[in-house]
């Protein structure tokens, strides 16, 4: 199974229009709330009450569009220094021409944050509800001492899924075995986590003692206290 994306260094993360729609909003407000009291407290009193009160107004216009708008904005973020990025069964290739085998790296971590416009931010109570740009999932690896520490983008979900097959494959295969069993078992996919290959690999891992019993049967799952023992009799004995 391949998975293939573009890395990239992460140059800027600005503010999205949203964030500046709504500032602009906000600091609107401000003026207009300054300039009331302003007016209220120093002589001659009361001159600029009808422009303080069309100023409030004209801050109220962006605050409200902001609310609407964020369910179309994107993050802003800017890339550079695109690089070529595939992973195999066996290995990783990078820029077509450099190859490191899985069994040599020593340490390897992944972070997926989201793919391709997919809605981010979600819920809170001000207008920060984003459409991702799929550039700030992570990948890190060491190999030789060198470490690569990369961003990659994700287009879409059937990308986003592509890759967690392949890391599944990967992990349950026993491809990294340098790292523990504990690293390895973190790195499947939520999704997997109640499949029979899953369930058979993470119990073999118990076997083999590569984590203890306790810490195994917990990653595993179980669902009573007799299943547990059921489960440490016939695997920690």
């Known amino acids: 199974m391949k998975f293939a994306t573009y890395t990239h260094n992460i140059v800027n993360e600005g503010f999205s229009k949203t964030d500046k729609i709504h500032f602009g909003g906000i600091l609107l407000l401000l003026i207009a709330t300054t300039l009331y009291f302003l007016d209220n ?18 801050g109220i216009i962006p605050i409200f569009f902001a609310y ?38 020593t340490e390897f971590e992944i972070l997926i944050d989201a793919y391709y416009n997919e809605k981010i931010y979600v819920g809170h109570n001000v207008p920060t509800e984003r459409r991702s740009l799929g550039v700030s999932n992570k990948i890190m690896f060491v190999v030789n001492k060198k470490k690569f520490d990369l961003s990659f983008k994700l287009n879409n979900e059937a990308h986003k899924n592509n890759l967690e097959n392949a890391l599944f ?8 075995k340098n790292l523990n069993a504990r690293k390895c078992i973190k790195l499947i996919p939520e999704k997997f986590k109640k499949s029979k290959v899953y369930k058979d690999y993470e119990l073999k891992q118990i076997v083999q003692n590569r984590i203890s019993c306790t810490e195994g049967l917990l990653f595993h799952g179980y669902s009573s206290d ?8 016939k695997f920690c004995t």
């Open 68 to 105: 609407i708008y964020q369910f179309y904005d994107f993050e802003n973020i800017k890339i550079s220094d695109k690089v070529y990025l595939e992973i195999y069964e066996d290995e990783i290739i990078i820029n077509r021409n450099s190859k490191i085998l899985l069994k040599d790296i």
């Open 41 to 58: 407290s120093v002589p001659p009193k009361n001159v600029l009450i009808n422009f303080t009160a069309v100023l409030f107004f004209i």
């Open 169 to 176: 494959n990967i992990i349950t295969n026993e491809k990294l």
């Open 226 to 233: 007799k299943e547990a023992k059921l489960l440490r009799e």
